[in-house]
């Protein structure tokens, strides 16, 4: 079903990063009872799926999410402004191009970080993709790639994109290896450089420059954005999802965060809704196995989700189950 163009004026303060296998719907409507404030971001999906493929499976999304992004791997401009004005007509807040991604299947598909080497083309298509809508239309990429990491090459490759009109640009403060190492390593080998980015937003104090990389602590986000215009969360947004409860508080001043069994009592009436259109249990619990770490009872916890919301019949009663055995805070 498509919805209205949502007119909202986006905060990027904080964000959290479009995550492959794990910032679907039911993620991203989880980590929203938890922090009201970030910007999330749909899981990268493919022009070509987006074309060929089921677009109400892969766009639907809840109201409720909002603000949200829909990330978007491709290189054909014409392909990707028919995919932008789908985001539009579906009620996505912003567009974002996927120019970060170094795995083998996205290099095969001619996107994701290896399109940095290829700023012309990138600045058609975002170009393509302004024309074709209202919604702010962004880049997310890494600070090189390969023997191509030198800061004249960053530069050049946002200065091209941002004369075509893209004002804001998501820096991974780490190059890409694009041979010779998984994208799991991709995220841990190459040391993080922030500086770079933060040089980034020196030369270019027009744009809205947001940091991506290793942001684990409030501490380490409060510091980047004394540099630069916001900070975009990966890992830890989903490992430790609690911690955007934390974020809410110190950097947004949101003292009115609910607490983890409020998040989880607010969770229910959507696992009933989706439940009674058939989705599986699981698909929802998986992203909620890290509300407690840390936590005494977290151990159990885990384990009665990860047992108990497999089996063909599972339903709110195991979430239930799991509620007892942690702390009621």
Known sequence: MEKPVQKLKLNRTVSVAPMMGWTDRHDRYFLRLISPNALLYTVMITAGALTYGK??????????????????????????????????????????????????????????????????????????????????????????????????????????IAAKGCDTFIIHARKALLDGLSPAENRLIPPLKYDTAYRVKQDFPHLNII??????????????????????????????????????????????????????????PYIEKCLHEGTPLKDITRHILGLYQGLPGARAWRRILSEQAYRPAANTNVVMQALRVVPER
Request: contains cysteine; glycine residues 8%; proline residues 4%.
């Open 55 to 160: 677009k109400l499976d892969l766009l639907e999304f809840s109201p409720e999410e909002h603000p949200v992004a829909l990330q978007l791997g491709g290189s054909d401009p014409k392909e990707l402004a028919e995919c932008a004005k789908l985001a539009e007509k579906y009620g996505y807040d912003e567009v974002n191009l996927n120019c970060g991604c170094p795995s083998e299947r996205v290099q095969k598909g001619k996107f994701g970080a290896c399109l940095m080497a290829e700023p012309d083309l990138v600045a058609d298509c975002v170009d393509a993709m302004k024309q074709a809508v209202s919604i702010p239309v962004t880049v997310k990429s890494r600070i090189g790639i390969d023997d191509q990491d030198s800061y004249e090459f960053l530069f050049n490759f946002i200065d091209k």
């Open 211 to 268: 940091l991506n990389g290793g942001l684990k602590t409030v501490e380490s986000i409060q510091d980047a954005l004394t540099n630069v215009d916001g900070v975009m969360i990966g890992r830890e947004a989903y490992t430790n999802p609690y911690f955007m409860a934390e974020v809410e508080r110190a950097v947004f001043g949101n003292n009115e965060v609910r607490s983890r069994r409020e998040v989880v009592e607010a969770l229910f």
